[in-house]
Nanobody, 124 residues
């Protein structure tokens, strides 16, 4: 059974940093693309960043380019999201997701597995 478990969320001041982690288990993810999404209150879930598990190809949403970095450690079966220069608009629940295939998709409907989410709150 596939399980994705996020951690690392919290309360941070604007301009600060956080690193989110997503531990994946239950199968071999070498053929998967992993992604981070976020959902703010009253808004739709939106794509943040994605990475292929095998080759490390990466994609970012325009809103986080230059501030957020996605990475993965295959030995630890863990994906990360390093978030720097955080803004109030980054406040949301952040979700880890996985889809079979080597291309990323911006629609959450294209992802097969999800974590439970971790709250990130940025204060001014």
């Amino acid at each position: 059974q596939v399980q994705l478990v996020e951690s690392g969320g919290g309360l941070v001041q604007a301009g600060g940093s956080l690193r989110l982690s997503c531990v994946a288990s239950g199968r071999t993810f070498s053929s998967y693309t992993m992604a981070w999404f976020r959902q703010a209150p009253g808004k739709e879930r939106e794509f943040v960043a994605a990475i292929t598990w095998s080759g490390g190809n990466r994609w970012n949403a325009d809103s986080v380019k230059g501030r957020f970095t996605i990475s993965r450690d295959t030995a630890k079966n863990t994906m990360y999201l390093q978030m720097n220069s955080l803004e109030r608009e980054d406040t949301a629940v952040y979700y880890c997701a996985a889809r079979l295939g080597s291309s990323y998709q911006r629609s959450p409907l294209q992802y097969d597995y999800w974590g439970q989410g971790t709250q990130v709150t940025v204060s001014s």
